[in-house]
């Protein structure tokens, strides 16, 4: 968006951070008629809503935690993402291969929780567990070792796309009236008569502008603390006790999801399916370091890779990314394992106005806790225009009758399998309007990503980079080699360069931030998976 437009313009809350929880946040405002401004100094997703374990449940695990309120609202709100955005939140059969040797409290809680799952879930709108013959396991997750039971119990999760999720979230807010910005930050706030006076630089073009805004939304996941400092907050003690989680991504197709015991310890792994492979993960280590730097550390690669080779052996030798995203968990004491994954919502004062801060939670539970955050800003706004209705209209991409219809069709059109796939896993029924009326053309040897995906990028989804259409393509996890990466990335520049009218210098500093945001995420071109800070 045009930055200078808002200059000036008053804004009932400023939102910090593009992460899931400010744009569902920026969303649920606009749906009720007051007007947010949403700024991100990266891209949207940057922070852990692109680093999750991409699932969308309850968690066994928190079960076994006795979480039973946390878990019966993740589920609710399982079934109605599945509903508005059937193409990101699929459900997906998570097999349970037991008699491998695991402990036995896996094993006798495994069976028994994923019932009391099916049955705290209720009977509507969603498979039920049962339990499928070793040939069909095999085929659905070819390679992986089983155990010596008979059959293999399976129960059905929901799995996404975490960026994705957030981004047509965002496109939502826009839609709804919100003004959603990437690479901008807050420089400061100050008192004045109506509001504070927030004054904001554009990170693209370098440019100041200030607007007016009645209160501010914190909501940048592990940064949560350094934010407040930053800006002012004032009471005592840390909100936040980030917790780092790394995954690896793997080029092995795989049609259902996988818990298994780690080997060594015995804690639970997932192996999820995205569309162009697979990601394991994942690990659970105390982080204090900083947010933007966070990296997997060699002894957390190794560990993944032990439980990769032993849930599927067949894929041993495959090439593997590997990344690392933080837990924004509310502070309390006990190891990081043991906390809730409940959310919690800290009112201060800054500059004479209220400064909502927001950690805990979970991707799953993002539109509970945009609900909560609003409620507890409402006395501060005043009646909002609108009245708040539910929450059942599609995301943009959602409305669509069956995602094989839609697969089938595009295979008609000219896309071979895999284009189809990566199409309708990410855009849904919004595939054919990203496609346009060319032929698609992939921008490197493979037959994905395609040129038509960078134009739609910034027309439709606010990217302002090159990095911002690179990391959406999440292009290392696509296992290129790192000529064939370059190219893609050479390509998208051409693109974007033509659509921006940018000139040289621009373009090699667009090319060298993706480099450097590359460096944060996955390490750099041809590095090992592992990698440290
Ligand atoms: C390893 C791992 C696995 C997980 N798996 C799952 C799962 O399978 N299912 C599930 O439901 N949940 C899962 N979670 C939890 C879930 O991912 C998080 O709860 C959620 O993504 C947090 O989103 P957020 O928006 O609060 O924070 P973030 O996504 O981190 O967003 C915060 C944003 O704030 C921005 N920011 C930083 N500083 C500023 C500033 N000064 N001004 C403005 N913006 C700023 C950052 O750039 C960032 O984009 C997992 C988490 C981890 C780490």
């Not at 200078?4 to 009720?32: K, M, N, S, W, Y």
């Not at 059937?86 to 291969?97: A, S």
């Not at 539910?390 to 219809?405: M, N, Q, R, S, V």
Request: charged share 25%; glycine share 12%.
């Amino acid at each position: 968006m045009d930055l200078e437009r808002i200059a000036g313009a008053r804004f009932d809350a400023l939102i910090l951070g593009g992460g899931i929880t400010g744009v569902a946040t920026a969303h649920r405002l606009a749906r009720l008629g007051w007007s947010p401004l949403l700024i991100e100094p990266r891209d949207l997703a940057w922070g852990t809503s692109s680093r999750s374990s991409r699932l969308i449940h309850g968690g066994l695990r928190y079960l076994a935690h006795g979480e039973l309120r946390l878990v019966r609202r993740a589920l609710a709100e399982r079934r109605a993402l599945a509903r508005i955005a059937p193409h990101l939140v699929r459900p997906t059969p998570m097999l349970l291969p037991l008699g491998r040797g695991e402990p036995w409290r896996w094993r006798t809680f495994a069976p028994a929780g994923v019932v009391a799952y099916d049955l705290l879930a209720g009977r509507r709108g969603w498979p039920r567990g049962r339990t499928i013959g070793r040939d069909e396991a095999e085929t659905l997750v070819p390679g992986l070792r089983l155990g010596d039971e008979r059959r293999v119990r399976v129960f059905y999760d929901g799995v996404t796309d975490d960026r994705r999720l957030t981004l047509v979230t965002a496109m939502a807010a826009r839609e709804a009236g919100a003004q959603v910005v990437g690479r901008c930050e807050l420089l400061g706030l100050e008192a004045t008569e109506h509001g504070a006076r927030a004054r904001l630089r554009d990170l693209v073009s370098g440019q100041t502008l200030d607007v007016v805004v009645r209160s501010v939304v914190n909501a940048t996941g592990p940064w949560v603390d350094r934010v407040r400092q930053r800006y002012g907050a004032t009471r005592r003690g840390r909100l936040v006790r980030p917790s780092r989680g790394s995954h690896l991504a793997i080029p092995w197709r795989i049609d259902a999801a996988m818990l298994v015991p780690h080997p060594r310890d015995g804690r639970v792994g997932f192996f999820v399916p995205t569309a162009t492979g697979m990601i394991v993960g994942t690990t659970d280590v105390a982080d204090e370091g900083d947010p933007d730097a966070v990296r997997p550390s060699p002894d957390e690669i190794a560990y993944l890779e032990e439980l990769a080779d032993d849930g599927i052996p067949g894929m041993a030798g495959r090439e593997r990314t590997g990344w690392a995203g933080l837990r924004p968990l509310a502070e309390s004491p006990g190891p990081t394992n043991a906390l809730s994954r409940a959310a919690r919502y800290v009112m201060e004062s800054v500059e004479g106005i209220p400064f909502l801060s927001i950690v805990g939670g979970k991707l799953t539970l993002h539109r509970v806790m945009a609900r909560d955050a609003v409620r507890r800003l409402r006395p501060h706004l005043g009646t909002p225009a609108r009245p708040a209705r539910p929450d059942t209209a599609h995301l943009p991409g959602g409305d669509l009758a069956t995602l094989a219809g839609l697969e089938a069709r595009l295979r008609a059109t000219g896309l071979d399998a895999t284009q189809a796939r990566w199409m309708v896993s990410r855009y849904g029924s919004q595939a054919e309007a990203v496609l346009g009326d060319e032929p698609p053309a992939p921008l490197g040897r493979g037959s994905i990503p395609l040129a038509c995906e960078v134009g739609w990028a910034v027309r439709e989804e606010g990217a302002r980079t090159l990095s911002d259409v690179l990391l959406r393509w999440r292009l290392p996890e696509l296992a290129l080699d790192a000529e064939d990466e370059t190219r893609i990335a050479r390509a998208a520049l051409t693109l974007l360069a033509h659509r921006l009218g940018l000139g040289s210098a621009r373009a090699e500093r667009e090319r060298a931030r993706w480099e450097r945001e590359r460096r944060a995420v996955w390490g750099g071109t041809g590095d090992r998976a592992a990698a440290t800070r």
